[in-house]
């Protein structure tokens, strides 16, 4: 399998599960979820799986401080309806990293390990997305703004030209290149397109 070698540069998200722990299935219960990961599971390397990994990686790291995260024990709420936009596709990253869904997630054993009730949208709060810890109630919001690191004008040109069945095999490679450079330069841009509050 190949892909773009900048996947493996990017930090990796830790947690610790208890139902993992519980189940054998991780020893102590330690999960670590790479960029590439994600990107397997949503199919596409994009702004917006960048964006969705970053929230959630810088989100966690504010609010667990020098604390391991702990999956399965994190509310998640957005201020956007889960059908505007690529809020859907977000929030279904999100839970793949923390566990966190509304309704579908797992019931749990023993009233234990409860992963269904755990996010909710349209949310009351400032920015997009805010954590909170389920044990110390702590929260942190955070913001993703991709516009600030533009793509190549390049890139649009190409993507037209590749929709209409126009471009060829030179130019398709050239569009791959830069969407994913794009993505690259986002992640190096952490401090540039995520705040925090």
Known sequence: MNYPCFFDTIKTIKLQDDLSSFLGTFEDGLIEFSYLDIVKSAGHSC???AGAYLMTLEGLKALYKNELPKRGEIFVSFKNNINDGTIGVIA???TQITGATMTSGFKGINKKFIRHSLMKF???ISLDI???RL????KTEVSYNPNLIPADPLQKILMQKILQNMADNKEKGKFKQLWQKRV???FKNTNKVITIK
């Open 184 to 186: 690259e330069n986002i």
């Open 47 to 49: 702004p917006t799986t």
């Open 122 to 124: 349209n949310a009351d």
């Open 92 to 94: 279904n990253i999100i």
């Open 130 to 132: 805010e954590f909170q």
């Open 135 to 138: 044990d110390t109630k702590t």
